[in-house]
């Protein structure tokens, strides 16, 4: 079974920076964290859960969506199973619950949610106007 414990929302006023962390354990089918493709998705109040940005197992490959490219970094540190969201100028409607996600089967960028397997319960970001 694997898990993933976010951490490092909160409330920050509008061009701030956060950055979240994913803290992942737990093995399937022989593959740990250094296997696995990582992702953040996000869901504001009344909207669905979108994604925001993913990495590959080796981290040579990411990916954004358009709403974050350019000033949301990806990252990951496979000493630590651990994944990073790096959230700079930071505005209003970045407001949601961030969720990190694990996909452990091939390793590779996925950008929707049916292609990841497992899921952290998520951390509140509040950006202020």
Not at 108 to 126: A, C, K, M, P
């Amino acid at each position: 079974q694997v898990q993933l414990v976010e951490s490092g929302g909160g409330s920050v006023q509008a061009g701030g920076s956060l950055r979240l962390s994913c803290v992942v354990s737990g093995v399937v089918s022989g593959r740990n964290f250094s296997s696995y493709a990582m992702a953040w998705f996000r869901q504001a109040p009344g909207k669905e859960r979108e994604f925001v940005a993913a990495i590959s197992y080796t981290g040579n490959t990411v990916n954004y969506a358009d709403s974050v490219k350019g000033r949301f970094t990806i990252s990951r540190d496979n000493a630590k199973n651990t994944v990073y969201l790096q959230m700079n100028r930071l505005k209003p409607e970045d407001t949601a619950i961030y969720y990190c996600a694990a996909e452990t089967f091939f390793g590779v960028v996925r950008l929707t949610e049916r292609h990841y397997d497992y899921w952290g319960q998520g951390t509140q970001v509040t950006v202020l106007s």
